[in-house]
Protein backbone atom coordinates (compact mmCIF):
# COMPACT_ATOMS: atom_id res chain seq x y z
CA UNK A 1 0.00 0.00 0.00
CA UNK A 2 2.53 2.32 0.67
CA UNK A 3 6.45 2.31 -0.34
CA UNK A 4 8.38 1.26 2.71
CA UNK A 5 11.86 0.15 3.31
CA UNK A 6 11.44 -4.21 3.09
CA UNK A 7 14.35 -4.16 5.14
CA UNK A 8 12.94 -2.35 7.92
CA UNK A 9 10.03 -5.10 8.00
CA UNK A 10 12.62 -7.94 8.53
CA UNK A 11 14.14 -6.36 11.07
CA UNK A 12 11.35 -5.42 13.03
CA UNK A 13 10.20 -9.27 12.08
CA UNK A 14 13.38 -10.74 13.65
CA UNK A 15 12.68 -8.69 17.10
CA UNK A 16 9.06 -10.50 17.02
CA UNK A 17 10.26 -13.89 16.41
CA UNK A 18 12.50 -13.00 19.28
CA UNK A 19 9.94 -12.52 21.32
CA UNK A 20 7.88 -15.61 20.28
CA UNK A 21 10.88 -18.02 20.61
CA UNK A 22 12.62 -16.32 23.87
CA UNK A 23 9.84 -18.08 26.38
CA UNK A 24 10.51 -21.25 24.50
CA UNK A 25 14.00 -21.44 24.53
CA UNK A 26 14.69 -20.75 27.84
CA UNK A 27 12.64 -23.44 28.84
CA UNK A 28 15.15 -25.68 26.74
CA UNK A 29 17.73 -23.48 28.71
CA UNK A 30 16.44 -24.46 32.16
CA UNK A 31 15.94 -27.76 30.80
CA UNK A 32 19.93 -28.57 30.17
CA UNK A 33 20.94 -26.74 33.62
CA UNK A 34 21.97 -29.02 36.15
CA UNK A 35 20.07 -27.71 39.80
CA UNK A 36 23.01 -25.78 41.55
CA UNK A 37 23.19 -23.57 38.55
CA UNK A 38 19.92 -22.08 38.26
CA UNK A 39 19.70 -19.47 41.15
CA UNK A 40 23.14 -18.28 39.54
CA UNK A 41 22.98 -15.06 37.36
CA UNK A 42 20.92 -16.29 34.33
CA UNK A 43 22.98 -17.16 31.56
CA UNK A 44 21.35 -16.75 27.88
CA UNK A 45 24.13 -18.45 25.72
CA UNK A 46 24.68 -22.10 27.27
CA UNK A 47 28.46 -22.93 27.56
CA UNK A 48 27.58 -26.86 28.38
CA UNK A 49 24.74 -29.02 28.06
CA UNK A 50 23.54 -31.38 31.01
CA UNK A 51 21.23 -33.95 29.52
CA UNK A 52 20.26 -35.39 33.27
CA UNK A 53 17.25 -34.43 33.75
CA UNK A 54 16.04 -36.08 30.55
CA UNK A 55 17.55 -38.94 31.36
CA UNK A 56 15.62 -38.97 34.71
CA UNK A 57 12.58 -37.97 32.86
CA UNK A 58 12.61 -41.25 30.39
CA UNK A 59 13.67 -43.28 33.14
CA UNK A 60 11.19 -42.77 35.36
CA UNK A 61 8.50 -45.79 35.26
CA UNK A 62 5.92 -43.24 36.21
CA UNK A 63 6.48 -40.99 33.43
CA UNK A 64 7.18 -43.31 31.24
CA UNK A 65 3.59 -44.81 31.82
CA UNK A 66 2.07 -41.60 31.41
CA UNK A 67 3.30 -41.03 28.31
CA UNK A 68 2.33 -44.26 27.28
CA UNK A 69 -1.09 -43.30 28.29
CA UNK A 70 -1.22 -40.29 26.56
CA UNK A 71 -0.02 -41.66 23.32
CA UNK A 72 -3.03 -44.17 23.62
CA UNK A 73 -5.33 -41.76 24.31
CA UNK A 74 -4.67 -39.29 22.00
CA UNK A 75 -4.21 -42.13 19.02
CA UNK A 76 -7.54 -43.83 20.10
CA UNK A 77 -9.44 -40.51 20.40
CA UNK A 78 -8.22 -39.42 17.22
CA UNK A 79 -9.43 -42.62 15.64
CA UNK A 80 -12.63 -42.48 17.06
CA UNK A 81 -13.45 -39.72 16.39
CA UNK A 82 -12.32 -39.75 12.87
CA UNK A 83 -14.03 -42.71 11.97
CA UNK A 84 -17.05 -41.52 13.63
CA UNK A 85 -17.28 -37.98 11.88
CA UNK A 86 -16.57 -39.66 8.51
CA UNK A 87 -19.87 -41.26 8.73
CA UNK A 88 -21.36 -38.68 10.23
CA UNK A 89 -20.66 -36.00 7.48
CA UNK A 90 -21.17 -38.96 4.51
CA UNK A 91 -24.52 -39.13 6.58
CA UNK A 92 -25.38 -35.18 6.66
CA UNK A 93 -23.95 -34.60 2.96
CA UNK A 94 -25.73 -37.20 1.04
CA UNK A 95 -28.91 -38.39 2.53
CA UNK A 96 -32.09 -36.38 3.34
CA UNK A 97 -32.22 -36.54 6.83
CA UNK A 98 -35.17 -34.57 8.64
CA UNK A 99 -33.59 -31.91 10.48
CA UNK A 100 -29.73 -32.90 9.83
CA UNK A 101 -28.60 -28.79 9.46
CA UNK A 102 -30.28 -28.60 13.03
CA UNK A 103 -28.03 -31.66 14.07
CA UNK A 104 -25.03 -29.96 12.38
CA UNK A 105 -25.21 -26.87 14.47
CA UNK A 106 -26.22 -28.63 17.90
CA UNK A 107 -23.36 -30.55 17.38
CA UNK A 108 -20.86 -27.41 17.43
CA UNK A 109 -22.25 -26.42 20.34
CA UNK A 110 -21.07 -29.26 22.36
CA UNK A 111 -17.58 -27.66 22.31
CA UNK A 112 -18.30 -23.85 22.74
CA UNK A 113 -19.51 -25.23 26.06
CA UNK A 114 -16.38 -24.87 28.60
CA UNK A 115 -15.09 -27.88 29.90
CA UNK A 116 -14.89 -26.41 33.46
CA UNK A 117 -18.40 -26.56 33.46
CA UNK A 118 -18.67 -30.61 32.96
CA UNK A 119 -15.71 -31.52 35.54
CA UNK A 120 -18.11 -31.54 38.43
CA UNK A 121 -21.25 -34.33 36.40
CA UNK A 122 -18.39 -35.84 34.83
CA UNK A 123 -16.83 -36.54 37.86
CA UNK A 124 -19.92 -38.11 39.60
CA UNK A 125 -21.14 -40.11 36.49
CA UNK A 126 -17.72 -41.54 36.07
CA UNK A 127 -17.22 -42.39 39.48
CA UNK A 128 -20.81 -43.10 40.98
CA UNK A 129 -23.26 -43.32 38.15
CA UNK A 130 -21.60 -45.23 35.09
CA UNK A 131 -20.42 -48.13 36.90
CA UNK A 132 -21.03 -51.55 35.98
CA UNK A 133 -20.59 -54.34 39.18
CA UNK A 134 -16.61 -53.23 40.28
CA UNK A 135 -15.91 -51.42 36.62
CA UNK A 136 -16.02 -47.31 36.39
CA UNK A 137 -15.05 -45.46 33.84
CA UNK A 138 -13.20 -43.48 36.66
CA UNK A 139 -9.11 -43.33 35.83
CA UNK A 140 -9.87 -45.58 32.73
CA UNK A 141 -7.79 -44.87 29.21
CA UNK A 142 -11.22 -45.70 27.55
CA UNK A 143 -13.09 -43.30 29.96
CA UNK A 144 -10.65 -40.40 28.21
CA UNK A 145 -10.81 -41.87 25.37
CA UNK A 146 -14.42 -41.38 25.51
CA UNK A 147 -14.43 -38.14 27.16
CA UNK A 148 -12.40 -36.06 24.45
CA UNK A 149 -15.40 -36.88 22.21
CA UNK A 150 -17.24 -34.24 23.67
CA UNK A 151 -15.29 -32.06 22.78
CA UNK A 152 -13.19 -33.69 19.50
CA UNK A 153 -16.11 -34.85 17.76
CA UNK A 154 -17.97 -31.82 16.92
CA UNK A 155 -14.61 -30.78 15.68
CA UNK A 156 -13.90 -33.27 13.45
CA UNK A 157 -17.36 -33.48 12.20
CA UNK A 158 -17.15 -29.68 11.73
CA UNK A 159 -13.39 -29.84 9.56
CA UNK A 160 -14.42 -32.59 7.79
CA UNK A 161 -17.74 -31.81 6.38
CA UNK A 162 -16.51 -29.18 3.31
CA UNK A 163 -14.29 -32.21 1.98
CA UNK A 164 -17.05 -34.91 1.79
CA UNK A 165 -19.50 -31.97 0.61
CA UNK A 166 -16.59 -31.64 -1.97
CA UNK A 167 -16.26 -34.68 -3.45
CA UNK A 168 -19.13 -35.34 -6.38
CA UNK A 169 -22.32 -36.74 -5.89
CA UNK A 170 -22.25 -37.94 -9.21
CA UNK A 171 -19.37 -40.27 -8.45
CA UNK A 172 -21.77 -42.26 -5.52
CA UNK A 173 -24.65 -42.33 -7.92
CA UNK A 174 -22.35 -43.51 -10.59
CA UNK A 175 -20.94 -46.12 -8.62
CA UNK A 176 -24.80 -47.19 -7.15
CA UNK A 177 -25.78 -47.25 -10.61
CA UNK A 178 -23.09 -50.02 -11.30
CA UNK A 179 -24.30 -51.93 -8.63
CA UNK A 180 -22.21 -50.65 -5.71
CA UNK A 181 -23.49 -51.38 -2.03
CA UNK A 182 -23.51 -48.28 -0.02
CA UNK A 183 -20.15 -49.73 2.09
CA UNK A 184 -18.68 -50.45 -1.41
CA UNK A 185 -19.30 -46.97 -2.38
CA UNK A 186 -17.95 -45.47 0.65
CA UNK A 187 -14.66 -48.01 0.97
CA UNK A 188 -14.24 -47.64 -2.94
CA UNK A 189 -14.99 -43.66 -3.67
CA UNK A 190 -15.70 -41.82 -0.83
CA UNK A 191 -12.97 -43.13 0.87
CA UNK A 192 -9.68 -42.81 -1.17
CA UNK A 193 -10.95 -39.20 -1.59
CA UNK A 194 -11.48 -37.61 1.75
CA UNK A 195 -8.36 -39.35 2.85
CA UNK A 196 -6.10 -35.81 2.79
CA UNK A 197 -8.68 -34.15 4.88
CA UNK A 198 -9.06 -36.94 6.66
CA UNK A 199 -5.47 -37.33 7.36
CA UNK A 200 -5.78 -33.29 8.61
CA UNK A 201 -8.93 -34.04 11.01
CA UNK A 202 -6.84 -37.21 12.82
CA UNK A 203 -3.62 -35.12 13.17
CA UNK A 204 -5.74 -31.66 14.52
CA UNK A 205 -7.51 -34.16 17.15
CA UNK A 206 -4.44 -36.10 18.12
CA UNK A 207 -2.52 -32.48 19.01
CA UNK A 208 -5.71 -31.64 20.96
CA UNK A 209 -6.57 -34.44 22.85
CA UNK A 210 -2.49 -34.63 23.43
CA UNK A 211 -2.38 -31.32 24.94
CA UNK A 212 -5.86 -31.48 27.39
CA UNK A 213 -5.04 -31.33 31.13
CA UNK A 214 -8.22 -30.22 33.05
CA UNK A 215 -10.96 -33.21 32.08
CA UNK A 216 -7.45 -35.88 31.95
CA UNK A 217 -6.06 -34.08 36.04
CA UNK A 218 -9.55 -34.67 37.25
CA UNK A 219 -11.06 -37.84 36.15
CA UNK A 220 -7.57 -39.95 36.71
CA UNK A 221 -5.75 -40.60 39.73
CA UNK A 222 -3.02 -43.21 39.11
CA UNK A 223 -3.29 -45.80 36.03
CA UNK A 224 -4.72 -43.63 33.10
CA UNK A 225 -2.78 -40.15 33.87
CA UNK A 226 -1.33 -38.24 31.11
CA UNK A 227 1.82 -36.82 30.83
CA UNK A 228 0.21 -33.18 30.75
CA UNK A 229 -1.05 -34.18 34.54
CA UNK A 230 2.48 -35.64 35.12
CA UNK A 231 3.62 -32.06 34.17
CA UNK A 232 1.15 -30.56 36.60
CA UNK A 233 1.78 -33.50 39.21
CA UNK A 234 5.74 -32.18 38.91
CA UNK A 235 5.19 -28.82 40.29
CA UNK A 236 2.65 -28.97 43.32
CA UNK A 237 4.97 -31.74 44.73
CA UNK A 238 8.69 -30.82 44.48
CA UNK A 239 8.19 -27.18 43.45
CA UNK A 240 11.79 -26.86 43.47
CA UNK A 241 12.67 -29.08 40.87
CA UNK A 242 12.58 -26.75 38.03
CA UNK A 243 15.08 -28.55 35.16
CA UNK A 244 12.94 -31.80 35.38
CA UNK A 245 9.39 -29.86 34.86
CA UNK A 246 11.53 -28.11 31.64
CA UNK A 247 12.37 -31.60 30.76
CA UNK A 248 9.10 -32.96 30.98
CA UNK A 249 7.78 -29.88 29.08
CA UNK A 250 9.91 -30.64 26.35
CA UNK A 251 8.72 -34.15 26.14
CA UNK A 252 5.17 -33.11 25.89
CA UNK A 253 5.91 -30.34 23.47
CA UNK A 254 8.10 -32.55 20.68
CA UNK A 255 5.14 -34.54 19.40
CA UNK A 256 3.12 -31.30 18.71
CA UNK A 257 6.02 -29.67 16.92
CA UNK A 258 6.88 -32.15 14.93
CA UNK A 259 2.99 -32.23 14.32
CA UNK A 260 2.94 -28.71 13.87
CA UNK A 261 5.93 -28.85 10.82
CA UNK A 262 3.84 -31.67 8.94
CA UNK A 263 0.49 -29.49 8.85
CA UNK A 264 1.53 -25.60 9.82
CA UNK A 265 -1.67 -24.35 7.40
CA UNK A 266 -4.58 -26.26 8.73
CA UNK A 267 -4.15 -25.95 12.26
CA UNK A 268 -4.68 -22.31 11.49
CA UNK A 269 -7.67 -23.19 9.62
CA UNK A 270 -8.46 -26.08 11.96
CA UNK A 271 -8.68 -23.42 14.90
CA UNK A 272 -10.30 -20.63 13.29
CA UNK A 273 -13.56 -22.88 12.75
CA UNK A 274 -12.60 -22.83 8.58
CA UNK A 275 -12.51 -18.95 9.14
CA UNK A 276 -8.98 -18.86 7.50
CA UNK A 277 -8.69 -20.80 3.98
CA UNK A 278 -5.48 -20.95 2.20
CA UNK B 1 -32.95 -43.79 -4.31
CA UNK B 2 -31.00 -45.32 -1.15
CA UNK B 3 -33.10 -45.49 2.02
CA UNK B 4 -32.39 -42.80 5.20
CA UNK B 5 -32.20 -45.61 7.18
CA UNK B 6 -28.73 -45.93 5.76
CA UNK B 7 -28.24 -42.56 6.67
CA UNK B 8 -29.60 -42.29 10.36
CA UNK B 9 -27.23 -46.05 11.05
CA UNK B 10 -24.40 -43.50 9.80
CA UNK B 11 -25.22 -40.85 11.93
CA UNK B 12 -26.41 -42.83 15.10
CA UNK B 13 -23.07 -43.54 16.78
CA UNK B 14 -22.45 -40.11 17.15
CA UNK B 15 -25.45 -38.99 18.13
CA UNK B 16 -25.12 -41.73 21.21
CA UNK B 17 -21.72 -40.70 21.74
CA UNK B 18 -22.65 -37.08 21.72
CA UNK B 19 -25.79 -37.60 24.01
CA UNK B 20 -24.41 -39.75 26.43
CA UNK B 21 -21.17 -37.42 27.26
CA UNK B 22 -22.67 -34.04 25.79
CA UNK B 23 -26.67 -33.68 27.18
CA UNK B 24 -26.87 -36.08 29.92
CA UNK B 25 -23.50 -34.34 31.90
CA UNK B 26 -25.82 -31.30 31.57
CA UNK B 27 -29.20 -32.91 32.57
CA UNK B 28 -27.50 -34.22 35.53
CA UNK B 29 -25.50 -31.07 36.49
CA UNK B 30 -28.78 -29.63 35.93
CA UNK B 31 -30.43 -31.84 38.29
CA UNK B 32 -28.45 -31.56 41.34
CA UNK B 33 -28.21 -27.76 40.81
CA UNK B 34 -31.62 -28.13 42.36
CA UNK B 35 -30.95 -30.56 45.20
CA UNK B 36 -28.18 -30.51 48.52
CA UNK B 37 -26.04 -33.09 48.41
CA UNK B 38 -22.84 -32.96 50.43
CA UNK B 39 -21.71 -36.96 50.52
CA UNK B 40 -19.33 -36.19 53.61
CA UNK B 41 -21.61 -33.70 55.27
CA UNK B 42 -24.10 -33.67 58.03
CA UNK B 43 -26.57 -35.66 55.31
CA UNK B 44 -25.31 -37.78 52.62
CA UNK B 45 -28.26 -37.85 51.25
CA UNK B 46 -29.44 -35.61 48.24
CA UNK B 47 -32.56 -33.42 49.07
CA UNK B 48 -34.63 -31.62 46.90
CA UNK B 49 -34.06 -27.92 47.69
CA UNK B 50 -35.48 -25.87 45.43
CA UNK B 51 -33.13 -22.68 44.03
CA UNK B 52 -31.36 -22.30 47.52
CA UNK B 53 -27.97 -23.22 45.91
CA UNK B 54 -28.76 -20.40 43.14
CA UNK B 55 -30.00 -17.66 46.10
CA UNK B 56 -26.34 -18.78 47.45
CA UNK B 57 -24.88 -17.89 44.94
CA UNK B 58 -25.79 -14.20 44.43
CA UNK B 59 -24.22 -13.34 47.85
CA UNK B 60 -21.14 -15.62 47.66
CA UNK B 61 -18.30 -13.08 47.20
CA UNK B 62 -15.80 -15.27 46.37
CA UNK B 63 -17.71 -16.96 43.23
CA UNK B 64 -18.76 -13.13 42.58
CA UNK B 65 -14.54 -12.09 42.32
CA UNK B 66 -14.20 -15.37 40.46
CA UNK B 67 -17.00 -13.52 37.76
CA UNK B 68 -15.02 -10.31 37.88
CA UNK B 69 -11.24 -11.20 37.30
CA UNK B 70 -12.65 -13.53 34.66
CA UNK B 71 -13.89 -10.91 33.03
CA UNK B 72 -11.38 -8.20 33.57
CA UNK B 73 -8.67 -10.78 31.77
CA UNK B 74 -10.92 -11.68 29.00
CA UNK B 75 -11.33 -7.83 28.15
CA UNK B 76 -7.72 -6.89 28.57
CA UNK B 77 -6.14 -10.39 26.75
CA UNK B 78 -8.68 -10.29 24.21
CA UNK B 79 -8.56 -5.99 23.53
CA UNK B 80 -4.59 -6.41 23.20
CA UNK B 81 -4.50 -9.70 21.25
CA UNK B 82 -6.84 -7.92 18.56
CA UNK B 83 -4.93 -4.48 18.67
CA UNK B 84 -1.93 -6.02 18.31
CA UNK B 85 -2.91 -8.85 15.80
CA UNK B 86 -4.08 -6.12 13.68
CA UNK B 87 -1.10 -4.34 13.39
CA UNK B 88 0.74 -7.76 13.29
CA UNK B 89 -1.65 -8.47 10.36
CA UNK B 90 -0.63 -4.94 8.09
CA UNK B 91 3.05 -5.89 9.03
CA UNK B 92 2.44 -9.43 7.22
CA UNK B 93 0.27 -7.49 4.46
CA UNK B 94 3.95 -5.53 2.67
CA UNK B 95 5.90 -7.40 0.80
CA UNK B 96 9.79 -8.29 2.48
CA UNK B 97 12.56 -11.04 2.15
CA UNK B 98 11.70 -14.51 4.71
CA UNK B 99 7.83 -13.71 5.06
CA UNK B 100 6.86 -17.29 4.95
CA UNK B 101 9.32 -18.27 7.54
CA UNK B 102 8.78 -15.34 10.08
CA UNK B 103 4.81 -16.47 9.27
CA UNK B 104 5.68 -20.16 10.70
CA UNK B 105 7.68 -18.81 13.78
CA UNK B 106 4.37 -16.45 14.77
CA UNK B 107 2.34 -19.15 14.34
CA UNK B 108 4.42 -21.53 16.49
CA UNK B 109 3.13 -20.61 20.04
CA UNK B 110 -0.43 -21.91 18.75
CA UNK B 111 0.44 -25.84 18.79
CA UNK B 112 2.54 -25.55 22.71
CA UNK B 113 -0.47 -27.20 24.87
CA UNK B 114 -1.78 -24.88 27.57
CA UNK B 115 -0.28 -26.58 30.43
CA UNK B 116 3.55 -26.42 28.86
CA UNK B 117 2.48 -22.57 27.94
CA UNK B 118 1.68 -22.32 31.75
CA UNK B 119 5.51 -23.90 32.69
CA UNK B 120 7.57 -21.98 30.23
CA UNK B 121 6.13 -18.49 31.75
CA UNK B 122 6.13 -19.67 34.97
CA UNK B 123 10.14 -20.59 34.18
CA UNK B 124 9.83 -17.10 32.49
CA UNK B 125 9.01 -14.79 35.56
CA UNK B 126 9.34 -16.59 39.28
CA UNK B 127 12.07 -15.04 41.03
CA UNK B 128 15.39 -16.30 40.84
CA UNK B 129 14.80 -19.05 37.85
CA UNK B 130 13.19 -16.14 35.69
CA UNK B 131 14.92 -13.79 33.57
CA UNK B 132 12.38 -11.50 33.28
CA UNK B 133 12.64 -10.56 37.62
CA UNK B 134 16.65 -11.13 37.03
CA UNK B 135 16.64 -8.25 34.37
CA UNK B 136 13.69 -6.19 36.02
CA UNK B 137 15.58 -5.53 38.88
CA UNK B 138 19.10 -5.45 37.73
CA UNK B 139 17.90 -3.16 34.93
CA UNK B 140 15.25 -0.97 36.05
CA UNK B 141 15.25 -1.56 39.91
CA UNK B 142 11.86 -3.24 39.68
CA UNK B 143 10.83 -6.44 41.95
CA UNK B 144 8.89 -8.26 40.33
CA UNK B 145 7.14 -11.57 42.23
CA UNK B 146 4.25 -13.07 40.82
CA UNK B 147 4.05 -14.99 44.33
CA UNK B 148 3.29 -11.63 45.71
CA UNK B 149 2.00 -9.32 43.91
CA UNK B 150 -1.88 -9.50 42.76
CA UNK B 151 -1.24 -6.62 39.98
CA UNK B 152 1.61 -8.17 38.53
CA UNK B 153 0.07 -12.11 38.59
CA UNK B 154 -2.44 -10.72 36.69
CA UNK B 155 0.02 -8.82 34.39
CA UNK B 156 1.63 -11.94 33.58
CA UNK B 157 -1.02 -14.04 33.08
CA UNK B 158 -2.32 -10.89 30.37
CA UNK B 159 0.74 -10.95 28.82
CA UNK B 160 0.67 -15.20 28.36
CA UNK B 161 -2.29 -14.90 27.26
CA UNK B 162 -1.20 -12.44 24.65
CA UNK B 163 1.86 -14.36 23.90
CA UNK B 164 -0.06 -17.71 23.08
CA UNK B 165 -3.04 -16.49 21.30
CA UNK B 166 -2.13 -13.15 19.52
CA UNK B 167 -1.28 -15.31 16.08
CA UNK B 168 -4.42 -17.08 15.80
CA UNK B 169 -5.99 -12.93 15.60
CA UNK B 170 -3.01 -12.21 13.39
CA UNK B 171 -3.67 -14.84 10.40
CA UNK B 172 -7.81 -14.46 11.00
CA UNK B 173 -7.35 -11.15 10.55
CA UNK B 174 -4.21 -11.39 7.89
CA UNK B 175 -7.12 -13.52 5.76
CA UNK B 176 -9.72 -10.73 5.95
CA UNK B 177 -7.12 -8.17 5.05
CA UNK B 178 -6.49 -10.32 2.29
CA UNK B 179 -10.03 -10.92 0.82
CA UNK B 180 -10.59 -7.10 0.87
CA UNK B 181 -10.53 -5.67 -2.78
CA UNK B 182 -8.12 -3.30 -3.58
CA UNK B 183 -9.89 -0.53 -5.58
CA UNK B 184 -11.62 1.71 -2.55
CA UNK B 185 -7.73 1.78 -1.56
CA UNK B 186 -6.59 3.27 -5.10
CA UNK B 187 -9.56 5.77 -4.96
CA UNK B 188 -9.03 6.64 -1.72
CA UNK B 189 -5.39 7.38 -2.17
CA UNK B 190 -6.10 9.57 -5.16
CA UNK B 191 -8.64 11.45 -3.39
CA UNK B 192 -5.57 12.18 -1.09
CA UNK B 193 -6.84 10.60 2.23
CA UNK B 194 -4.78 10.49 4.86
CA UNK B 195 -3.70 7.45 6.62
CA UNK B 196 -6.30 7.49 9.31
CA UNK B 197 -9.02 7.97 6.83
CA UNK B 198 -7.67 5.16 4.98
CA UNK B 199 -8.47 3.44 8.23
CA UNK B 200 -11.50 4.43 10.11
CA UNK B 201 -13.69 4.96 6.73
CA UNK B 202 -12.17 2.14 4.83
CA UNK B 203 -10.67 -0.77 6.25
CA UNK B 204 -12.46 -0.51 9.50
CA UNK B 205 -15.84 -1.24 8.22
CA UNK B 206 -15.08 -3.57 5.66
CA UNK B 207 -12.95 -5.77 8.30
CA UNK B 208 -15.42 -5.24 10.80
CA UNK B 209 -17.30 -8.80 10.43
CA UNK B 210 -13.93 -10.72 11.03
CA UNK B 211 -12.68 -8.67 13.75
CA UNK B 212 -16.12 -9.28 15.63
CA UNK B 213 -15.62 -13.04 14.38
CA UNK B 214 -12.29 -12.89 16.09
CA UNK B 215 -13.52 -11.17 19.38
CA UNK B 216 -15.96 -14.07 19.23
CA UNK B 217 -13.82 -16.74 19.08
CA UNK B 218 -10.68 -15.74 21.51
CA UNK B 219 -13.36 -14.10 24.33
CA UNK B 220 -15.15 -17.99 24.09
CA UNK B 221 -11.89 -19.11 25.17
CA UNK B 222 -10.27 -16.57 26.94
CA UNK B 223 -13.62 -16.81 29.48
CA UNK B 224 -12.73 -20.94 30.08
CA UNK B 225 -8.89 -20.28 30.99
CA UNK B 226 -7.67 -23.19 33.37
CA UNK B 227 -4.72 -25.13 32.73
CA UNK B 228 -2.13 -22.00 31.92
CA UNK B 229 -2.91 -19.93 34.55
CA UNK B 230 -3.56 -22.58 36.94
CA UNK B 231 0.39 -23.87 36.42
CA UNK B 232 1.80 -20.30 36.47
CA UNK B 233 -0.32 -18.48 39.27
CA UNK B 234 -2.28 -21.31 40.74
CA UNK B 235 -4.87 -18.82 41.01
CA UNK B 236 -3.41 -16.82 42.88
CA UNK B 237 -2.24 -14.45 45.00
CA UNK B 238 -5.16 -15.44 47.15
CA UNK B 239 -8.04 -14.82 44.79
CA UNK B 240 -5.84 -12.59 42.28
CA UNK B 241 -5.75 -14.85 39.39
CA UNK B 242 -8.29 -17.03 39.95
CA UNK B 243 -10.69 -17.48 37.26
CA UNK B 244 -13.78 -19.01 36.89
CA UNK B 245 -12.84 -21.99 35.17
CA UNK B 246 -9.89 -23.01 37.96
CA UNK B 247 -12.36 -21.73 40.81
CA UNK B 248 -14.95 -24.81 40.30
CA UNK B 249 -11.86 -26.81 40.08
CA UNK B 250 -10.09 -26.03 42.77
CA UNK B 251 -12.46 -24.43 44.96
CA UNK B 252 -15.93 -25.96 44.38
CA UNK B 253 -14.82 -29.55 43.52
CA UNK B 254 -13.03 -30.71 46.56
CA UNK B 255 -15.54 -29.04 48.88
CA UNK B 256 -17.76 -31.79 47.92
CA UNK B 257 -20.78 -29.59 48.03
CA UNK B 258 -21.80 -31.08 45.21
CA UNK B 259 -25.30 -29.18 44.50
CA UNK B 260 -24.18 -26.23 45.32
CA UNK B 261 -21.11 -26.95 42.93
CA UNK B 262 -23.59 -27.66 40.53
CA UNK B 263 -25.54 -24.38 40.72
CA UNK B 264 -21.83 -22.50 39.81
CA UNK B 265 -21.49 -25.07 36.89
CA UNK B 266 -25.43 -24.15 35.45
CA UNK B 267 -24.87 -20.40 36.34
CA UNK B 268 -21.14 -20.08 34.41
CA UNK B 269 -22.54 -22.34 30.97
CA UNK B 270 -25.91 -20.18 31.27
CA UNK B 271 -23.57 -16.65 31.24
CA UNK B 272 -21.14 -17.83 28.74
CA UNK B 273 -24.26 -19.39 26.48
CA UNK B 274 -25.92 -15.76 27.18
CA UNK B 275 -22.43 -13.81 26.15
CA UNK B 276 -21.85 -15.64 23.10
CA UNK B 277 -25.68 -15.54 21.76
CA UNK B 278 -25.60 -11.93 22.59
CA UNK B 279 -22.29 -11.21 20.81
CA UNK B 280 -23.54 -13.30 17.90
CA UNK B 281 -27.30 -12.07 17.38
CA UNK B 282 -26.13 -8.50 18.58
CA UNK B 283 -23.25 -8.01 16.52
CA UNK B 284 -21.98 -10.95 14.05
CA UNK B 285 -24.96 -12.11 12.91
CA UNK B 286 -26.57 -8.44 11.40
CA UNK B 287 -23.03 -7.62 10.02
CA UNK B 288 -22.71 -10.85 8.06
CA UNK B 289 -26.54 -9.95 6.79
CA UNK B 290 -25.77 -6.70 5.33
CA UNK B 291 -22.10 -7.58 3.78
CA UNK B 292 -23.51 -10.36 2.25
Redesign the interface.
Known amino acids: ??P?N??L??L??IL??F???F??Y??FV?SVKPAVD??T??E?ILRSLYWKNYVEVFNDPTLRRYMTNSLIISTGNALLCSV??F??C???S????AGKEN?FFW?IT?R??????????????YTK?FAIGDFKLYDTRIGLI??Y??FN??FA?WTLRPTIDGIPKELD?AA?VDGCS?WQTIREVVWPLARPGMAVTFILIW?FA??E??LAA?LTSFNARTI?TG??EY?TTTGTA?GK??AI?IF??IP??I??SMV?RS??AG???G???? | MRSNKVGWWLLAPTLVILGIFGILPFIYVLYLSFHQWNPFGANPNQVFIGANNFRRLVFDAEFLTAIWVTLKFAFFAVFSEIVIGYLLAQLFMREFPGKGFFRTIHTLPLIVAPIVVGSIWRLMTTPSVGIIPYYAKSLFGMDINIGRDAGTAFFFTVVMDIWHWTPLVTLTLLAALLSLPKDPFEQAQIDGASRAQIFWHITLPMIRPAILATVFIRLMDALRTVDEVWMLTGGGPGAATRYIGLHIWKVVFPKTDYGYGAAISVIVLYLTLVMCWMLYVGLVAPRNKGNS
Open positions: MRSPWNVLWLSATLPIWLILFTPILAMAYALRFDLITNMAPAAVFLLPFFLLVLLCTLPIETTVWNFLTTLSVWMASTLALIFQIVLTFAVKE
